[in-house]
């Protein structure tokens, strides 16, 4: 077994960090035990050939953080079946662009904050942050970056002609969502990391995620659709903030001023708790505007069951390790899926569109 | 050296049922974590007053914590004899391991090292964060080993970062690096006594006789148990909480299936293990000619901490 040990600060650990140091091997870098902010980073080298890829498939999946696709696609898809009716063969294509250029920057700002954190070391902290495509050695850091700029430029080049049709509101839009992008995780002092994240999530994955498509249709951004912009993005800071509590023991250790790590565990978990109240009452008022009061009705009733596991995950998670804790996200997820297919089916059933 | 870190001289006699709680604490322990100072301290050629500070220290802070956690788990025997909050009271014990944490400190205070003192406190506070987060971790069937691992970090192996480092910190001004490659080096240690320690429970290289399945029945599990379980079905992880003996256990998961786990555990910590020696080569240049055996004598622990010697 090999392992090589340098000093931070040496120009020989940029190459192996990035994986550019060698062709035929990998440098995995060593979870630090002990010192967080250790002079020193060692590294496990390995033959590429001896690493244990699964499919290219599934390295994809994982890198592009699939299972997170429904916070960034499915608030466009229910905001594009709300304004159907609006939609012809003109301007369907730019309803298409929008689709692919949120999905360059979903994986974008996932990839980037892959690199930054394996470059600035806040995933040798601890063993469950990031994807762990870089290190399970599945892919080179500089892989990963090249992937994420490529994901940014297709971003920007499905953009372009939105900007063209609409220009002003769209580059606007386009801009700022660039920007909150590279800037979430930017080398260490991005957003998240100064504890107003959750505003840019709110918004980015929230009401101006669902305002794009009346924009790019030409249309006025109406009530109902900001309206249902408020409660994904409300959603969204909700999942994030329950991510950054599994965190919020390493994030402590590094510094890292989350909003949650600056509140506390005490004072997050009772905030996650009055999320997921108001969360439940602001989703069936959702219900019961869009769709018949008994379907509404049958809606809220299912919401009750699948959100059940958050609840239950909500009320026994007692510290910061507990696996109630690190089940949350996922059945916050599950909750964010039910509600984005319920909505879904009720308007292609009930064509309630505006 | 045999090192006696206990001695009635070292608390006041007005206190009532004191020495007696200390007795029966000291008398049974195996004094490791002082034979580790001792073993580091040899090779550094520091006083015999300064070995036995240290190696009273960490007993000290060690059984204090085992006060503690008896108290908190609730646990009847401590080294084959009643605990002492069963024997005497909660409150005494509670109150005799603050106790022991407020020796160490008077104690080192006189000593006059004001590194070794802030590295000290600090090493307490990360122990106590262990106690209390590990606390909460009782009763949850679905914790896994990273998340443990967080813990005994704290616990564990902060101990033995300290039985590592503090000999160094009395010697002389060592530079930065030394001390991140010697905190590294406890960090493994340390994980490695845990992780061999949680084998024990499972009667696995158990030649010191331990107690089997005592953490599994008081509803914790261990390193090794939420690796043995992570890929089992819920119906299996049900009857694995209910075992009483090891001839169930093997049942309920099966003996092939629990022998693949064992070596793919033993394999991990081979990988921390051949880790460990990366970083103690790391550490030679730093040392003079004199301290230089040190080296060869602290290649030995990882078979004695983990292996318990068993490996051929």
Avoid at chain 1, 103 to 131: E, M, P, Q
Avoid at chain 1, 284 to 292: D, G, R, T, V
Avoid at chain 2, 11 to 17: D, G, N, R, V
Avoid at chain 2, 41 to 48: C, D, Q
Wanted: include cysteine; aromatic fraction near 12%; hydrophobic fraction near 45%.
């Amino acid at each position: 077994m090999e392992f090589k040990t340098f000093d931070k600060s040496s120009s020989k650990v940029l190459p192996y960090l990035t994986g550019r140091f060698s062709k035929n091997k990998i440098a995995l870098p060593i979870q630090n035990i002990s010192q967080i902010n250790a002079s020193t980073i060692t590294f496990r080298i390995v033959s590429k050939k001896d690493i244990q890829r699964p499919s290219f498939i599934v390295v994809i999946m994982r890198l592009f953080r699939v299972e997170l696709l429904n916070l960034t696609l499915f608030p466009l898809f229910i905001s594009t079946l709300i304004h159907y009716s609006s939609i012809n063969s003109e301007n369907l294509l730019y309803v298409v662009l929008v689709f692919l250029s949120v999905f360059g920057l979903h994986c974008a700002v996932f990839l980037l904050n892959d690199f930054y954190d394996h470059i600035k070391g806040g995933d040798r902290v601890t063993a469950t942050s990031g994807t762990q495509v870089i290190q399970n050695g599945w892919m080179s850091a500089y892989q990963v970056k090249r992937i994420a700029y490529t994901c940014l430029l297709f971003s920007v080049i499905c953009g372009v002609p939105l900007v063209l049709q609409n220009s002003m509101e769209t580059l606007i839009l386009g801009l700022m969502a660039i920007c909150s992008v590279v800037g979430f995780s930017l080398f260490g002092k991005g957003f998240k990391y100064l504890g107003v994240g959750e505003f840019f999530i709110f918004l980015f994955l929230g009401p101006l995620l669902t305002a794009s498509i009346p924009i790019c249709l030409g249309l006025p951004v109406d009530q109902p659709t900001l309206y249902l912009g408020c409660v994904y993005g409300w959603m969204a800071v909700f999942y994030q903030q329950a991510q950054n509590l599994c965190h919020i023991m390493p994030d402590s250790f590094l510094n890292v001023g989350t909003f949650v790590s600056r509140i506390g565990f005490d004072r997050s978990k009772w905030l996650l708790r009055i999320h997921f109240f108001l969360i439940l009452v602001f989703v069936s008022m959702l219900f019961f505007y869009w769709a018949p009061f008994e379907l509404a009705l049958l809606g809220v009733v299912l919401l009750a069951i699948v959100s059940y596991r958050v609840f239950k995950n909500l009320k026994s998670m007692d510290s910061p390790l507990s696996s109630s804790l690190i089940k949350l996200p996922k059945s916050i997820l599950v909750q964010h899926t039910f509600t984005s297919l319920f909505l879904s089916a009720v308007l292609l059933v009930t064509h309630r569109f505006l | 050296m045999d090192i006696k870190v206990y001695s009635k001289k070292d608390f006041p006699a007005y206190l009532p049922k004191l020495n007696a709680l200390y007795d029966d604490l000291f008398s049974g322990g195996k004094g490791f974590r002082a034979k580790l100072i001792d073993r580091v301290s040899n090779h550094l050629s520091l006083e015999k007053n300064t070995v036995h500070l240290l190696a009273q220290t960490i007993e000290f802070i060690h059984n204090a914590s085992l006060l503690h956690d008896d108290l908190i788990d609730r646990a009847h025997l401590r080294r084959s004899k009643p605990a002492a909050w069963l024997k005497y009271t909660p409150e005494y014990a509670v109150l005799a391991g603050d106790y022991l944490l407020a020796r160490v400190m008077v104690n080192l205070s006189r000593f006059g090292n004001l590194q070794l003192l802030k590295y000290t406190a600090e090493m307490i506070s990360d122990l106590l964060e262990g106690e209390w987060i590990q606390d909460s971790l009782v009763s949850d069937w679905s914790v896994e080993l990273k998340q443990l691992d967080q813990v005994h970090k704290l616990k564990t192996a902060s101990l033995f970062k300290w039985c590592i480092r503090a000999p160094f910190i009395c010697k002389k001004d060592y530079p930065e690096p030394v001390h991140e490659l010697l905190e590294e080096l406890g960090g493994i240690l340390g994980l490695l006594f845990q992780r061999s320690d949680d084998l024990l429970d499972f009667d696995i290289r158990n030649t010191e006789g331990k107690a089997v399945l005592g953490d599994l029945k008081s509803g914790y599990l261990n390193s090794f148990g939420s690796f043995l379980i992570k890929n089992l079905n819920d119906k299996t992880i049900l009857k694995f909480k209910r075992v009483e003996h090891m001839n169930e256990l093997l049942d309920v998961v099966g003996k092939e299936y629990f022998k693949n786990k064992l070596e793919e555990f033993d394999e991990m910590n081979e990988q921390s293990i051949q880790l460990y020696f990366h970083h103690l080569q790391n550490l030679k240049p730093y040392l003079s000619e004199d301290e230089q055996s040190l080296i060869s004598d602290l290649h030995k622990l990882p078979e004695l901490l983990y292996w318990r010697e068993t490996k051929k």
